[in-house]
Antibody, heavy 121, light 108 residues
Framework: QVQLQESGPGLVKPSETLSLTCTVSGGSINNYYWSWIRQPPGKGLEWIGYIHHSGSTNYNPSLKSRVTISIDTSKSQFSLKLTSVTAADTAVYFC???????????????WGQGTMVTVSS | EIVLTQSPGTLSLSPGERATLSCRASQSVPSKFLAWYQQRPGQAPRLLISGASSRAAGIPDRFSGSGSGTDFTLTISSLEPEDFAVYYCQQYVTSPWTFGQGTKVEIK
């Protein structure tokens, strides 16, 4: 069974860069599309972007100027960097995988448990 | 961007009752690109339904999905105690993938 685990600082200062890593275990990182999704406290879900194991990416236009998603297949990890953060970026950040290989248009079947990131000085 | 609007915002029901949740899209979404998720407090969302009507592995058959075009429905035929949670619809046909704002199913 595929498992995803987010890791990274729980507190980031305003204007700095939020950096998170998702480690994949129990399955291959190859041939799938891997996403980051966030959820502000008490609010709904926002898709941030995805990366394919080949390195191709697609970002939500609302965050595109500040987001970079990268992948390290040798470590079965992919990462999120979000620059110039503000309090509005405070959220639980989830990593997720689609159901089937090779399919970009697919539902999110596997999720990490999520990690809370607070932006505060 | 496709906007998904869920209704009602909150549904107050008793165990054993039927729940009907609605998801309306701002433009047509082919059925194969619409999913439903359940989220319990402090947990990650769990995929219930993909392709508008296909249950994910391990999902009980009291959960069913239907709809096409701009109107989709999630039905829980008889609520169990563990079903009281927040439910989200999501489209994955057009980037950016978007979610509805959620429907909370609470115990009456």
């Amino acid at each position: 069974q595929v498992q995803l685990q987010e890791s990274g600082p729980g507190l980031v200062k305003p204007s700095e860069t939020l950096s998170l890593t998702c480690t994949v275990s129990g399955g291959s990182i190859n041939n799938y599309y891997w996403s980051w999704i966030r959820q502000p406290p008490g609010k709904g879900l926002e898709w941030i972007g995805y990366i394919h194991h080949s390195g191709s990416t697609n970002y939500n236009p609302s965050l595109k100027s500040r987001v970079t998603i990268s992948i390290d297949t040798s470590k079965s990890q992919f990462s999120l960097k979000l620059t110039s953060v503000t309090a509005a970026d405070t959220a639980v950040y989830f990593c997720a995988r689609v159901t089937a290989p090779y399919r970009v248009n697919d539902a999110f079947h596997f999720w990490g448990q999520g990690t809370m990131v607070t932006v505060s000085s | 961007e496709i906007v998904l609007t869920q209704s009602p915002g909150t549904l107050s029901l008793s165990p054993g009752e039927r729940a009907t949740l609605s998801c309306r899209a701002s433009q047509s979404v082919p059925s194969k690109f619409l999913a439903w998720y359940q989220q319990r407090p402090g947990q990650a969302p769990r995929l219930l339904i993909s392709g508008a009507s296909s249950r994910a592995a391990g999902i009980p058959d009291r959960f069913s999905g239907s709809g096409s075009g701009t109107d989709f429905t999630l039905t829980i035929s008889s609520l169990e105690p563990e079903d009281f949670a927040v439910y989200y619809c999501q489209q994955y046909v057009t980037s950016p993938w978007t979610f509805g704002q959620g429907t909370k199913v609470e115990i009456k």
